[in-house]
């Protein structure tokens, strides 16, 4: 890469400087940026063209040395042994739902991929600015988006533009699902071939019925469609994957062929996919890990350090796992990247929004102020609601949720929480519930299939 010279003209006290650089993708752009932001220089670099790089400035650009900005472009560069995306044969025409974090961030990688997006949106201001900028005003704000999107809305698309797309990605927060999906269940016909690829990566759990998100689906569009409904999971904070940082994700259905055309639209050198046919783990995995994630950063909040996050990080995953095989999922799953990768993750790093709900009520914030601010949603909030009600019911040991459920929604300080937790008496470290699953069986009979299946 070649800095050629920074000059710089002055208007007001907003400084322009102009540095002739080469900048090959608009992901090397949001690292630049967000150096840059860590650096606090006050600088905001505008991605201008693919040979210049311009960096607006209040600070004088005499108190910003040439070196200074020089080594942060340089180290925001890594030289990247990842192979830009492939191009499809046959590019598809996806529409996703929800322009959110992880909806911008998932239309990004396939327009990145070469792929023929629409975003949809809520709210008509970000439809205009996200097609005249590139950029989505509130959420990956710093992003510069693939040009191969056009976000559409504020009405959900209608049943013509449907029939139109080969894929539709919903990526919609769990507690709204529902209410979507019962307005746009009869644009998916009951034929397989003639029903675009149904793609869902929320993680969660519906508050009310405790129901998981096949069970949404069959509720809304029939058992045929949330057969062949395939279900995204894994470690991948939106922002990563948008600078095409190396990712890999689950990919899941009832119907593997499904799945395995999901992967097939995902799958890139920076974003691997590894295919399943146990929807219902993956979706616990998802949803439970959030939950797990509030006690790792409410743990980190109260100042306790590495030995009480692995400790939460590894019984997190002996609950997750007994709670999966006692609903009827296999116990592989947790293993993956669905359960502890995604575990890992979100209980290690402030970037998770469940963690940050966690560090800040450990910090002694209450709960409805946390979420009010938090800008975003954590879906381990709400889902613990739904754990809650399923350990009862399949009457097994799940001590970190219950606690998570009781400080969120019986006033329990977490302090507390903590004490009892370490003072419960020993038990046996690796024991799989007796229960035999029959919630997935339940559900199973509503999609007309049997367990076995
Ligand atoms: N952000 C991330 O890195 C990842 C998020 N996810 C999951 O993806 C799902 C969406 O999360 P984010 O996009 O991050 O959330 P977000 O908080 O960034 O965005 C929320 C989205 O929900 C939409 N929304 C709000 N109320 C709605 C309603 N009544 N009806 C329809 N849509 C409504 C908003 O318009 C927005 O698109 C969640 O289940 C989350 O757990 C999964 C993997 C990674
Ligand atoms: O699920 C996620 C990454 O895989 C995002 O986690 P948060 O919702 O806690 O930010």
């Known amino acids: 890469m070649l800095i050629a010279r920074i000059s710089n003209n002055t208007s007001r006290s907003l400084h322009t400087i102009s540095i002739h650089t080469r900048l090959e993708n608009s992901s090397k752009f949001t690292r630049i940026q967000s150096r840059f932001q860590h650096r606090r220089l006050s600088v905001y670099p505008k991605y201008n063209a693919l040979s210049k790089l311009l960096l607006r400035t209040t600070t004088s650009p005499s108190q910003i ?71 989505n005003p509130k959420y990956l704000k710093h992003h510069h988006f693939s040009r191969n999107i056009t976000a559409v809305g504020p009405e959900l698309p209608d049943a013509e533009f449907i029939q139109n797309m080969d894929v539709v990605l919903f990526a919609i927060p769990t507690q709204f699902l529902r209410e979507t999906l019962k307005k746009m269940h009869f644009h998916f016909t009951k034929n397989l071939e003639s029903r675009p690829l149904l793609i869902f990566v929320n993680k969660g759990i519906e508050v009310g019925t405790h129901a998981l998100t096949l069970e949404i689906i069959a509720d809304t569009c029939g058992p045929d469609v949330a057969k062949a409904a395939t279900f995204i999971s894994g ?135 946390i979420t009010k601010t938090l800008g975003s949603v954590a879906e381990g909030v709400s889902t613990a609601k739904g754990v809650k009600i399923i350990v009862d019911e399949l009457g097994i040991q799940a001590p970190i949720a219950t606690f998570i459920y009781e400080v969120l929604y019986e006033g329990k300080d977490v302090l507390v929480a ?32 049997d367990s076995t299946n």
Not at 292 to 306: P, R, S, T, V
Not at 421 to 448: H, I, N, V, W, Y
Request: hydrophobic share 35%; charged share 20%.
């Open 418 to 449: 903590v004490r009892e937790l370490m003072e419960l008496p020993p038990s046996r470290e690796l024991d799989l519930s007796p229960t035999t699953g029959a919630p997935a069986r339940k559900l199973m009979e509503k999609l007309g299939l």
């Open 65 to 135: 040395s040439t070196s200074t900005i020089m080594s942060t472009i340089e180290r925001s560069s890594p030289p990247s042994p990842i192979s830009p995306p492939t191009p499809p044969e046959h590019p598809s025409k996806v529409l996703v739902l929800g322009a959110g974090n992880f909806g911008s961030c998932l239309a990004d990688h396939l327009g990145d991929s070469h792929h023929e997006v629409y975003l949809w949106a809520r709210e008509a201001a970000i439809v205009k600015h996200f097609n005249e900028h590139h950029r």
């Open 235 to 369: 470690p991948s904070f939106a922002k990563e994957v948008v600078q095409r940082q190396p990712t890999s994700v689950s990919v899941a259905s009832l119907t593997e062929s499904e799945a395995d055309r999901a992967a097939l639209l995902f799958h890139q050198p920076h974003f691997r996919c590894y295919t399943g046919n146990d929807p219902i783990g993956l979706e616990l995995s998802g949803a439970l890990k959030n939950v797990y994630a509030i006690a790792a950063g409410a743990a980190d909040g109260l100042g306790f350090e590495n030995n009480t996050r692995a400790m939460l990080i590894t019984r997190g995953l002996a609950e997750m796992t007994r709670i999966g095989t006692a609903y009827g999922a296999s116990p592989l799953t947790f293993l993956g990247l669905a359960g502890i990768g995604d575990l890992f993750l979100t209980c290690n790093s402030p970037n998770s929004r469940n963690y940050t709900v966690g560090y800040r009520l450990g910090k002694g914030e209450p709960l409805d102020m």
